[in-house]
C-alpha cells in the first residue's frame, strides 16, 4: 500500500501520515481522531500550561491506545528591547484606536516558555511514543531521557544544513518543512537570513544528507502530494491545514473563513503575529505591519493579541498553508481516509 | 516510459522534459543536443538583436530536425523615474571604485526590447514548433499570428490567477515556475506582490484550474523531482539549472563555481541584478544591495554591468535554483539521458 515503510515501522502506525501539531488548533479529540484512524495524531503543547498539558495527555490516553505526538517548542527565552514596549503601543496605538481596544499596559511576560523541565517531567511520567520539537532541540540531557524512556524524536529542519544538525543531535526522522508550510517555520540556525527553501528542492537534498527517514512537510493538502512526497525520497508527510477546519479541531471562525478564501496566493510568510516568521492569510493589516520591528518570539502576541479578539473577521491571524484550497472536507477521520485513498490513487496514475 | 503523454504528443518529442531557455546561457548547440536526445531544447532569444536570432534560428536549423523552442521575455519596455540614473550611480559609486571600473556615464537605454515586430517576422519566416514566453505573452494579434503558422505557445505562471489569464489568451500549455526557480521568476500580474508559491503548492492548484497540460518548473534537476512532478498532476517539467554547466552551455564561469557551491541554501531571489525578481547565487554583495531600490528592468543591467566583468569571481550575478546540488553533469545529452533514467527509476520505486 506504500511504497516505503521506514516510518510506519518507526512510529508504529498503519498510514504514514502525521497530522501536524497546531497549537491552539489542536485538540485531544483531534489527535486521538487521528490515530485511531491509522494515521499520527499530533498534539501543539507548546502553549500549554504544565496542569493543562498533564489533563490533555490523560484526555488522549482515554481516547486513544494508538501512538501519539507531542510537540514543543524549542525557542530561545526572549528579551525585550529596551524601547521595545514604547516603540510598539506607540506603533500599533491607531489599531488598538480602530478596533476599539485597550493598549496592553504592562510590559509582557512571555505567555508560554520553551520546552523544559516541567514538561520533561510529564512526558517522562507518560512518555508518548513520539515528541517533536519546533525551532530545534532541546538540551542533550532532555533528549536522552525521552530516548531512554522510548520516545521517539521529531523535529523540523528547514535546510539541509538543519537537517544535518538535527540528526547530528539524536533525531530519529526529520521533518523537512517547506516554504509553502502554514503557520511558524521551524527555522532555527540562521533565523536572520531565511533561505526560504521550497518543499520540492528541500525534500531530496535533505534525503541525500541524512540517514534517518525524511518527513516531507508544507503545500501537501491532497493525495497527490502525498504520492510526490514519496517521490521525492520521503517517507512519509506531515500535514497540518487539512485538518484546522476539522470539527474536532478548535473552533477558529479565522480558519472557517481563510479555508474558505484560501488560495495558492492568500498568505504571505510575516513576523507581525508572534515575533517568529509564519505564514498566514494576507491581510491588509500583514503588510501593513511590514514596516514594524515585531518583539521577540513570543513576546509579540502581547500586543497583537487583543486586537485578534476584537477583529476576528479580518482574518487577520489565521495561519495555514500555500495548499489550503486541496484540503478534503469532513471530520478527521474522513480526511485522513481521503488521503490515504487519494494517494494510493496518485501512485496509481505513475504505474 | 511516461504515466502522461499530453506532453509529448503536445510538442511532438520522446521525453516530457524541456531544458530551460536561459537567456545568455543557452546556445544552438544545446538547444540542439537536447533536441536531438528526444528533450524539447530551448533558446533564450529575449536578448539577441535580430540578426543574431535569424543566424541562431539558421544554426538550430543546420543541427537538428527534431521540435525546438525559442523563448522572449514580454516585459513592459522600462521607464526610467526621474533622478533613478543619479541615484543609482550614487549608491553603486562605492562598488565601481572597489571594482577599479568606472560607472556608467549616460542614461541607460533598454539593453533588450521585449518581444515585437522584428521577432515576430523572423518566427513568422521560420516557424519554431514552440515559442515560449516570460512575463506574459505578447498581443493578441501576435499570437494568432504564431498560431497560424503552427507555433504550439507556452509561457510561465507563478499563480493560479496567471495560469488562468494565460490559458484565456491562448497558451497551449502552462509553466507552472515554482518558488524554487533560478532566474528570473516569471511573475508579472502583481509583481510588486510577489505571492512566492511553492512549486510543491502551485502544481496541483494550477492542474486544477486550467485544461492544458501543466509543465513543472523550478527545483528539478534529477529524476526523482520529474516523477514528483508527474505526481502531482504535471505532464512534464522544465529544468534550467541541471544545464547550465553542460559544455554545449556558453562557458561562465561564474556558473561552473556556482555550480559547485550550489546548495539549497545559496541562493536568494533579488530584483539587485536586473530590476526584476531573480534567484541568483547569494553573496555579500546581492545582501548589500537589498536596501537599492533598483532601476525598472532591464534597465538595472546598465548599471550592474560594469561590475561583472570585473568581478566575477564573487560569483554576484550567477542565476540558479534551489536544486543545483542534484544537477547530472557530463554533455547535455548525457544529462537528458540521466534524467529520463532516474524518473525512470524513481517511477519504480512507487511501485
Not at 496542569?51 to 505526538?69: F, G, S, W
Not at 479580518?314 to 480526511?335: C, I, K, M, N, V
Request: one cysteine or more; a negative charge; glycine letters at 10%.
Amino acid at each position: 500500500m506504500w511504497p516505503d515503510l521506514r516510518l510506519c515501522d518507526l512510529l508504529g502506525i498503519e498510514h504514514p501520515i502525521i497530522q501536524a501539531p497546531m497549537a491552539g488548533t489542536t485538540t485531544p479529540a483531534l489527535v486521538a481522531a487521528v490515530s485511531n484512524a491509522g494515521g499520527l495524531g499530533s498534539h501543539g503543547c507548546a502553549t500549554l500550561p504544565v496542569d493543562v498539558l498533564e489533563d490533555h495527555v490523560a484526555q488522549i490516553a482515554q481516547a486513544t491506545n494508538r501512538p501519539v505526538n507531542l510537540n514543543f517548542f524549542c525557542h530561545a527565552p526572549p528579551v525585550h528591547g529596551p524601547g521595545d514596549h514604547a516603540r510598539l503601543l506607540d506603533a500599533l496605538a491607531p489599531q488598538y484606536a480602530a478596533a476599539g481596544v485597550a493598549p496592553p499596559e504592562a510590559m509582557p511576560v512571555p505567555g508560554f516558555e520553551p520546552f523544559g523541565a516541567a514538561a520533561l517531567e510529564v512526558l517522562l511520567r507518560h512518555p508518548p511514543k513520539v515528541a517533536s520539537f519546533h525551532f530545534g532541540l532541546p538540551d542533550a540531557d532532555a533528549v536522552a531521557a525521552l530516548k531512554a524512556a522510548g520516545v521517539t524524536i521529531l523535529s523540523s529542519a528547514t535546510t539541509v544544513a538543519e537537517a544535518v544538525w538535527l540528526e547530528a543531535r539524536g533525531a530519529d526522522a526529520i521533518i523537512a518543512q517547506g516554504w509553502e508550510a502554514g503557520g511558524h517555520r521551524g527555522v532555527f540556525l540562521d533565523l536572520a537570513n531565511d533561505p526560504q527553501v521550497g518543499l520540492f528542492a528541500l525534500v531530496p537534498q535533505v534525503v541525500r544528507a541524512v540517514s534517518v527517514p525524511v518527513i516531507a512537510a508544507g503545500g501537501i493538502a491532497d493525495g497527490a502530494g502525498i504520492a510526490a512526497a514519496f517521490a521525492l525520497g520521503a517517507a512519509g508527510v506531515q500535514i497540518g491545514t487539512a485538518f484546522i477546519t476539522a470539527p474536532e479541531a478548535a473552533p477558529k471562525p479565522l480558519h472557517a473563513a481563510a479555508s474558505a478564501l484560501g488560495r495558492d496566493d492568500s498568505t504571505r510568510i510575516s513576523r507581525a503575529v508572534s515575533g517568529r516568521p509564519a505564514r498566514a492569510h494576507r491581510t491588509d493589516w500583514l503588510d501593513g505591519m511590514a514596516g514594524v520591528t515585531p518583539a521577540a518570539f513570543p513576546l509579540m502576541y502581547h500586543y497583537v493579541g487583543p486586537l485578534i479578539g476584537a477583529d476576528a473577521e479580518t482574518h487577520q491571524f489565521s495561519l495555514y498553508g500555500q495548499a489550503a484550497a486541496l484540503a478534503p472536507e469532513g471530520r478527521a477521520a474522513d480526511r485522513l481516509a481521503a488521503l490515504v485513498a487519494d494517494a494510493q490513487a496518485a501512485f496509481g496514475r505513475l504505474r
